[in-house]
């Protein structure tokens, strides 16, 4: 091979890591919901630590939440990820079931992920109101989250389920949440405001001591019939003091329902190779993501349990997570069966106790 051929080549290999630097960065958005809430700082997360260090510029939308980020994430021009309560999602997969052909051609391209965490949903009145419990609710005036959000319907199936009947229309307000906090304790137009939002959420984490003088958040009495049925569909949980230091003076029982992150079918080659380098990126900066980001991340588990009838994962990023994780658990345990040999000698009681390991 003639001299000049050997040398163009070595060239072209030692501009290849330039080259690929200066390709042009994928353009994603992802939607979440409202810039008080958790899913926002989720998605920041997402962005800082998972995104870019995969060459993806993610743009972080707000939204009214999940029902319309399945939507978005369906056919707006850009969305490539969106963050959707497991109520939403079911929700549409049950009318897809029943027939309704819209519901089908939104949820059925759809795929999962991951699941992500639990988020507590707050039922939250003036503080001198007569009501303590959840289930006390019935026949109030209600803020239950603006029309298109995973809040209204989130409120809307827990009114049905936990009374057998459907909220009234003239109880249900459609606000967002600072205008349900308004009239709620402004206006005092509505009884109570319905928030879902993973704890600690910014709305609440920003108030001062004084809330406590204007609201509280209302009790799960798990020994309620109309609890009981609640909890069909959702689970228990507690906002703690600890999220809301200042103003919050117990811990609170309530209702929790649970978060997923969600994409489309893409078959566009492109689409799928950056998709998967986001999906090995997600394993690889999972530590970063519990390290740095929102609390709400600490809970969540690096792992793609079963999902229920009607439910799929993206089947590129689900390929290359599992591989991830496996490698990830066989390391562990190899550390586990061959800890590094010990650098100092073993003391009296740890040989008493037989945990001295030469």
């Known amino acids: 091979m003639p001299l000049r051929s050997i040398l163009t080549g070595l060239i072209l290999i030692a501009l290849l890591p330039f080259a690929a630097a200066q390709q042009p960065r994928a353009q ?7 810039k008080a809430g958790t899913y926002i700082q989720i998605g920041r997360d997402l962005a800082k630590y998972v995104a870019e260090p995969a060459g993806i510029e993610l743009e972080v939308l707000e939204s009214k939440g999940s029902a319309e980020n399945i939507s978005r994430m369906r056919f707006e021009p850009g969305v490539k990820l969106a963050l959707v309560q497991s109520d939403v999602y079911q929700a549409f997969l049950d009318e897809a079931k029943a027939g309704n052909p819209d519901a089908g051609n939104i949820i059925r391209p759809l795929r999962l992920i991951m699941p992500l965490y639990d988020e507590e949903i707050y039922f939250v009145a ?3 109101a007569p009501l303590e419990y959840i289930h006390e609710i019935k026949n109030k005036k209600i803020g239950v989250g603006p029309i298109g959000s995973g809040t209204a319907l989130s409120s809307r199936t827990l009114y049905q389920l936990m009374f057998d ?3 009234p229309a003239a109880s249900a307000q459609y606000l967002t949440n600072e205008e349900a906090l308004a009239q709620l304790t402004v206006e005092k137009s509505i009884d109570v405001a319905i928030i879902v939002a993973g704890q600690p959420a910014k709305l609440f984490s920003d108030m001062k001591p004084e809330a406590r003088k204007y609201i509280k958040i209302l009790k799960l009495d798990e020994k309620a019939t109309e609890s009981a049925r609640a909890m069909k569909t959702y689970f228990p949980a507690t906002i703690r003091t600890s999220s809301y230091p200042s103003w919050l003076t117990e811990d609170v029982p309530t209702l929790t329902v649970k978060a997923y992150l969600v994409t489309y079918d893409y078959g566009l080659q492109s689409t799928v190779g950056n998709l998967v380098r986001f999906a090995d990126s997600l394993c690889a900066n999972f530590d970063k993501l519990q390290a740095n980001g929102h609390p709400k991340w600490k809970q969540v588990r690096l792992e793609l349990p079963p999902l229920r009838q009607g439910w799929r994962y993206y089947g590129p990023m689900e390929k290359r997570m599992r ?6 658990a066989a390391a562990a345990q190899s550390y586990t069966s061959n800890p590094p040999p010990r650098t100092r000698p073993c003391t009296e009681q740890e040989m008493v106790l037989g945990i001295c390991k030469r």
């Open 323 to 328: 591989t991830c994780i496996a490698g990830q």
């Open 165 to 167: 009947e459907p909220i």
């Open 28 to 34: 994603y958005k992802i939607v979440t919901a409202s």
């Open 126 to 128: 003036r503080a001198d």
